[in-house]
């Protein structure tokens, strides 16, 4: 069976890494932007491939969980999820290693516990948290709401 095309993602950097700067662009125009040494290790303007890397696993994760809630026939009204992904300097350079999912839906009929367990389901089968297996910690708080 044949899967959606291919994705796509273009960046170019000028100079060196403390003065250069980058451009990116997802997709087919969907978000251009700036990236920077400050963007990425400090507090600059721009945005920086860890926060993409929040963007999609947020995304992706919604995506699963609500699709998972919907195959048990449940009524999703919505699924929010913010993702956000932890640097660390080591002996090898920066790596990321922590992702915490915070999630929250609005699913009428089921129980906290009920919600929990999908959310983790999801968390384990959405193809971005795959892609991320390398990262030592992925966090998940899915909490239900009225």
């Given at each position: 069976m044949a899967?959606?095309?291919?994705?796509s993602g273009d960046a170019e950097w000028k100079g060196d890494l403390q003065s250069?700067?980058?451009?990116?662009?997802?997709?087919n125009k969907a978000y251009e932007g700036n990236y920077s040494f400050k963007s990425r290790?400090?507090?600059g303007e721009g945005t920086n491939p860890e926060e993409l890397i929040a963007a999609a696993h947020a995304s992706?994760?919604?995506m699963a969980l609500s699709n998972m809630l919907a195959g048990h026939g449940h009524d999703v009204?919505?699924?929010r999820t913010s993702a956000r992904v932890h640097m660390r300097m080591g002996d090898e350079g920066p790596s990321v290693s922590r992702i915490d999912l915070r999630t929250e839906g609005r699913v009428p009929g089921i129980s906290q516990e009920h919600?929990?367990?999908?959310a983790e389901e999801a968390k384990a089968g959405c193809p971005i948290s795959k892609a991320l297996?390398?990262?030592p910690e992925i966090t998940l708080d899915a909490k239900l709401l009225d």
């Open positions: 899967g959606p095309p291919p994705r250069g700067e980058g451009r990116l662009v997802v997709g290790f400090e507090e992706c994760f919604s009204q919505s699924v919600f929990a367990k999908h297996a390398a990262v």
